[in-house]
């Protein structure tokens, strides 16, 4: 496989690279790669996948959430004030 860098510096960053790791370009820019992908998956974030799409995907997600509420039952509330919870404690 053949790759063209298109940052003039990527170059000679992955070159001092290898020399301080004393391995080849070509590895040293497999292990950059294979790292971020990593990262990617770690944050739930499929490979190949951009930022865009991801966002998309929250925005139909929180929709979807929206659209669900609707369908509860009105008027369901809940007395989470401090009186009610301590009630009858220590009296």
Do not use: C
């Amino acid at each position: 496989m053949s790759l063209t860098l298109s940052h003039p510096n990527q170059e000679r960053e992955i070159r001092n690279l290898a020399k301080v790791r004393k391995e080849a370009p070509e590895k040293v820019l497999s292990d950059l790669v294979g790292e971020a992908l990593s990262q990617k998956k770690e944050n739930g974030q499929a490979p190949g996948e951009t930022r865009k799409e991801q966002e998309a995907a929250w925005e139909e997600f929180l929709a979807s959430m929206a659209d669900w509420s609707k369908t509860l039952p009105p008027g369901h509330g809940v007395d989470d004030s401090r009186e009610s919870i301590y009630a009858g404690r220590g009296e």
